[in-house]
Nanobody, 126 residues
Framework: QVQLVESGGGSVQAGGSLRLSCEAS????????MGWFRQAPGKEREFVAA????????YYADSVKGRFTISRDNAKNTVYLQMNSLKPEDTAVYYC???????????????????WGQGTQVTVSS
């Protein structure tokens, strides 16, 4: 079982930056593929970024590519999402998610993830 707790959300003006953190419980964090998703009001939850258990490969939605960077520190059981050049359309609740890398699932798919955090609000004003 893995518990995920996000932090780092807040309000920022367009063009600004935020760094989200997601701390995971458990000793097997290094086995887990980690992802970030977001949900804006009235919209479906969507994929933002993901990273493999080793941190060697990362994936991004086209809408954030070049602006967001996902990383992880397995020694700290933490995954990060550095968000630069923020836009009003990035406003959403951001969720951290995880699944065991044993399962060869599609990291872009919400259905691949077994564990979810409670979410953290990011608001970008114009």
């Amino acid at each position: 079982q893995v518990q995920l707790v996000e932090s780092g959300g807040g309000s920022v003006q367009a063009g600004g930056s935020l760094r989200l953190s997601c701390e995971a419980s458990g000793r097997t964090f290094r086995r887990y593929q980690m992802g970030w998703f977001r949900q804006a009001p009235g919209k479906e939850r969507e994929f933002v970024a993901a990273i493999t258990w080793s941190g060697g490969i990362d994936y991004y939605a086209d809408s954030v590519k070049g602006r967001f960077t996902i990383s992880r520190d397995n020694a700290k059981n933490t995954v990060y999402l550095q968000m630069n050049s923020l836009k009003p359309e990035d406003t959403a609740v951001y969720y951290c998610a995880a699944y065991d890398s044993y399962y060869g699932r599609n990291a872009y798919s919400e259905g691949a993830y077994d564990y979810w955090g409670q979410g953290t609000q990011v608001t970008v004003s114009s």
